[in-house]
């Protein structure tokens, strides 16, 4: 098993900044990737960033190129989501969910999730 807690989360006026950080606990030894997600009222999940443990590849979603930017510290099994510019548009809560490779086959573990709320 594998435990995710957000933290960072909070009330921030829009152009404001925001750093949400995932600590990982547990059997975390086959993760190969960890990825942050949003869901605002009344909308599905979506992906926002995602960084490979082995390499730190990233990538994001278009919506928050340029604004946002993910990091790991694979000695604290850490992830953090760095936002900039925030928008109120970017309000919603914010989901870590680390992938782990075992056996060949894939598993998904998520937090709790941690409110962002940009408003004026």
């Known amino acids: 098993q594998v435990q995710l807690v957000e933290s960072g989360g909070g009330l921030v006026q829009p152009g404001g900044s925001l750093r949400l950080s995932c600590v990982a606990s547990?059997?975390?030894?086959?993760?190969?990737?960890m990825s942050w997600y949003r869901q605002a009222p009344g909308k599905e999940r979506e992906l926002v960033a995602v960084?490979?443990?082995?390499?730190?590849?990233?990538n994001y979603a278009d919506s928050v190129k340029g604004r946002f930017t993910i990091s790991r510290d694979n000695a604290k099994n850490t992830v953090y989501l760095q936002m900039n510019s925030l928008k109120p548009e970017d309000t919603a809560v914010y989901y870590c969910?680390?992938?782990?490779?075992?056996?060949?086959?894939?598993?998904?573990?998520w937090g709790q999730g941690t409110q962002v709320t940009v408003s004026s």
């Open positions: 960084i490979t443990t082995s390499g730190g590849n990233t």
């Open positions: 547990g059997d975390t030894f086959s993760t190969v990737a």
């Open positions: 969910r680390a992938e782990l490779l075992r056996r060949g086959t894939m598993y998904y573990y």
